[in-house]
């Protein structure tokens, strides 16, 4: 079974290419226009008019997505803040709608579902995605606010997984330290004030979190500490609402099972091709195994001081106030009545 974005392997005629370059260089000077942030990372930082911050050309890519992917009532959208086990969902939910992990040898997280902005619509790129098969498995970062309009008027399938701030928060951190020295106290700080790649962080949750509540049957809201806690019963609530359960011969067999244990980080992490492979994200090569640290809940313990967090805490109460989200002493919690 080939990755789930087998996308068109003609080559663009030049008249597409043009038209499809002029697009990005209209939105690139659109862009431009918006208010710049503190650079992450030193790379430049814009806020998008929907109120949340990115590196500029995932903003673009994000203008290019919204106004030119059309989604279809059987697509499936997987979507997170950065840090939040993006590759873990990716897997989980992979090897679910394809009852089989035999992919996950050969095959990294990324290259299994990319990521809509740095991977699929790249480079100038508006690729052809009407000939991937249902249900398409899509990625993506981008706050529900600006999505296509057509995720939500379709009623496709929205998978949403979130993470306690502190510990979100590290493993950022921690990513970016692969790439260059970052001061964990200016992280801190830019984390707190909302810019954060595809942030605000409590923004971003809450944008997702509303939307489940609204429309339950659309949008599934896990936390990671939930799918840490019990990842087979979460699983299994992942398989029923994606419209493909386990059948009791499945669990019988242990189908559910394999899957879980076949996706766990420390296998993950084993595979030749997460510890010595690469994928490419926009126009740079990332190694796999940069992807993969502790998944451990509770790990920023060993990296923040109190104040640090505390004052992540205080925010986090005050923004979660009144929506039904809880911030448990030892993990994110929902509320379900």
Known sequence: MAPSFRLSSAPESADEATAHKEIYDQLRRVAETFPSAPSLIGLPCSRHPDGWYTFTNGVVSSMVIKEHLTARATDIFLTTFPKSGTTWLKVLLYSTLHRGTDELVAHSPHQLVPFLESQVFVNDRIPDLSSLSSPRLFMTHIPSQSLPNS???????????????????????????RFMPWDIDEAHRQFCDGVSQFGPFWEHILGYWRWHVEKPNQVLFLTYEELAADTLGQLRRLAEFVGCPFTTEEQKHGVDRNIVEACALENMSGL?????????????????????????VGDWRNHLTPEMARRIDEITKSKFKGSGLLLHPQFLQVKRE
């Open 151 to 177: 995720v939500a008027t379709s009623g496709c399938k929205v998978v949403y997984l979130c993470r306690d701030p502190k510990d979100c928060f590290v493993s950022l951190w921690h990513f970016w330290n």
């Open 272 to 296: 030749e091709v997460n510890r010595s492979g690469t994928i490419t994200i926009v126009d740079s090569t990332v190694p796999n195994n940069t992807f993969f640290r502790r998944g451990v």
